[in-house]
């Protein structure tokens, strides 16, 4: 069912003054982003789950605030030329119950109990209905290193071994990550090969039954409790025309314990075969006599679920586009913690960058009319793999090619004003020099991507844009806080990442420190509002791999200015 906003929202949003076009510097408001951080992030929005009741609240609070701001609909467009606040998103939704695995090596067994020892789901319909009782009995195991097959870095996991049919056991990460001097993989910035995302991918290519991924803290730069928590909530996947050539029947990771005691059962050093792991030279390695028994119920069932996107027209070049880009969805509701809190509420992770986006759309409107048209897009389904976003890239409301470029928003800084800001992907794109330039003005420094070894560039919603060879901007506060009381800002700021991560304790705080994404947001604001209002159209440098795209479409842009 297609979600649009309710009559009350509509109604508003008539009778809600028109921007003040007089006023041009931009106004950050703290009290708007708590707010909006505030609302968002309530229990009564159930953790922004996506395809449910939550849903319409979402929809209607960002279109009402985005029409506030003076921005038109940008979704979807309806027989009559006009659009709607949403663009329709179709997914399958998989939801797995009473999982249970089992591994055995000759007499020894070991029961494995989700959520405990491991983490199963799918995104392989059943066959049949989509829905059933899946059974994948005594398969055998083969550990494959990390997993890949990059022919331009001379790089083959699989060599010849045939893995139809078998579970293949994988390292998160890549090759470089605990031996950055290898410099096989760039080294210890995360390559897209070492996401789970690929391992799953690559699965599926070589014929394989399931995947068991090997949890462990560093490499995946998460705990387990992460993965517990996202893996056990339903799974979704953008409709596959022949879903068994991309999706395999078991997507697992287990602990790291559990790995070590398998391959010690089963006569082999589970450390020595990680350094082996990292030379080119490494073969697959056949557990002996080791198998792996999993079942499942599976409900699934298709989805439609909701971008939300406003646009401010350009005044010049309306058919060129600047985007700002940051998820509204979060976890949902789960399993209850310590505390018995169910919501996972989502305050930094990413209520904070929606307040951020609806704070920019503020200042947009109230000043005067860009040149190039400004977009809004506010992407489901982050949560369950950048979907929202990839679907986006695929099926673009306004074409990618004379998209100018873009920043996107994820996890806004909530703790104070810092000394440095970390471009995300530094070196990819000339977007670094633009940005560097404001940031430099505000007396911080650029720092180095210091989410490079966990592979950020590839967790948020600006990676599947960047795959179509659109430039896209990712980048927030970083370094030391300015201001006191210090070691409590940092406590905090660890403590978001150790404890409150994707967990119930993800909560808005009355006490937060909004200076810092203020700054964040007058770069972000600066840098878009120059943008729309040039003819220059930004590059990716030499050596990207998201180059070859945009160079493909070069002769439907007109020549920077």
């Known amino acids: 069912m297609r979600i649009v906003p309710s009559l009350a929202v509509i109604a508003a949003v008539l009778a809600a003054p028109a921007p003040l076009l007089a006023q041009t510097a931009p106004q950050f408001s703290a009290q708007r982003l708590s707010d909006d951080i505030r609302i968002l992030s ?78 199963m789901s799918t995104r392989l319909p059943a066959a049949g209905n989509g829905s059933g009782h899946v059974m994948l009995m005594n398969k055998p195991l083969v550990f494959v290193g990390y997993g890949i097959d990059a022919p331009e870095r001379s790089w083959d996991d699989f060599k010849d ?9 994988v390292l998160v990460n890549d090759a470089d990550f605990e031996a950055p001097e290898l410099d096989t993989f760039g080294g210890r910035a995360m390559t897209y090969y070492g996401r789970w995302t690929y391992k799953y991918e690559e699965a599926a290519r070589q014929g394989a039954a399931g995947v068991l991924i090997v949890h462990e803290d560093r490499p995946a730069s998460y705990g387990w409790g992460t993965v517990r928590n996202s893996w056990t909530a339903p799974q979704f996947d953008i409709v596959r025309a022949d879903p068994a050539k991309e999706r395999v029947p078991v997507e697992a990771w287990i602990q790291r314990d559990v790995a070590v005691q398998l391959f010690r059962q089963a006569g082999l050093d589970f450390e020595a075969l990680k350094v082996q792991a990292r030379q080119r030279d490494f073969r697959p390695v056949e557990l002996p006599g080791a198998s792996f028994s999993g079942m499942y119920d599976l409900a699934s069932s298709k989805i439609e679920t909701h971008n939300v996107v406003a646009r401010l027209e350009g005044s010049t070049w309306p058919d060129e586009t600047v985007l700002y880009t940051g998820h509204w969805d979060h976890i949902g509701v789960g399993s209850p913690d310590a505390n018995g809190d169910a919501i996972f509420n989502g305050a930094v992770d990413n209520a904070s960058g929606t307040a951020a986006l609806l704070e920019l759309a503020r200042q947009f409107g109230r000043g005067p009319q860009p040149k190039r048209s400004v977009v809004m897009i506010s992407f489901t389904a982050e949560e369950s793999g950048l979907l929202g976003s990839a679907y986006y890239a695929a099926n673009p409301l306004y074409p990618l090619e004379t998209t100018a470029g873009g920043i996107n928003i994820d996890s806004a800084n909530i703790y104070g004003r810092t000394t440095g800001f970390s471009i995300v992907g530094l070196g990819h794109s000339d977007l670094d020099e633009r940005t560097t330039a404001l940031v430099e003005a505000q007396g911080r420094t650029v720092l180095p991507d210091g989410g490079a ?109």
Do not use: C
């Open 42 to 119: 309530a229990d009564d929005f159930e953790g922004r789950g996506i395809a449910t009741p939550a849903e319409q609240k979402v929809v209607d609070y960002l279109s009402r605030g985005y029409a506030e701001a003076g921005f038109q609909p940008g979704g979807d467009l309806q027989a009559d030329g006009t659009r709607l606040w949403t663009q329709a998103v179709g997914l399958n939704r998989f939801q797995v119950s009473n999982a249970s695995g089992r591994l055995k090596v000759g007499d020894w067994t070991l029961p494995l109990v989700q959520g405990e020892q491991i983490v």
């Open 161 to 169: 071994v045939d893995v139809r049919g078998k579970i293949i056991v």
């Open 453 to 561: 070894p966990a592979g950020i560039y590839f967790r948020s919603d600006h990676f599947p844009l960047a795959q179509k060879g659109v430039p896209m901007a990712y980048g927030a506060s970083a370094g030391d806080f300015r201001d006191e009381p210090i070691a409590a800002r940092n406590a905090a700021r660890d403590d978001y990442r150790a404890r409150r991560y994707h967990q119930a304790d993800d909560e808005w705080s009355a006490d937060w420190d909004y200076s810092g994404q203020i700054e964040d947001l007058n770069v972000y604001y600066e840098f878009g509002r120059a943008l729309a209002n040039s003819r220059d159209w930004p590059e990716w440098k030499p050596g990207s791999e998201f180059g070859p795209a945009r160079a493909a479409s070069a002769d439907q842009r007109p020549r920077s200015q």
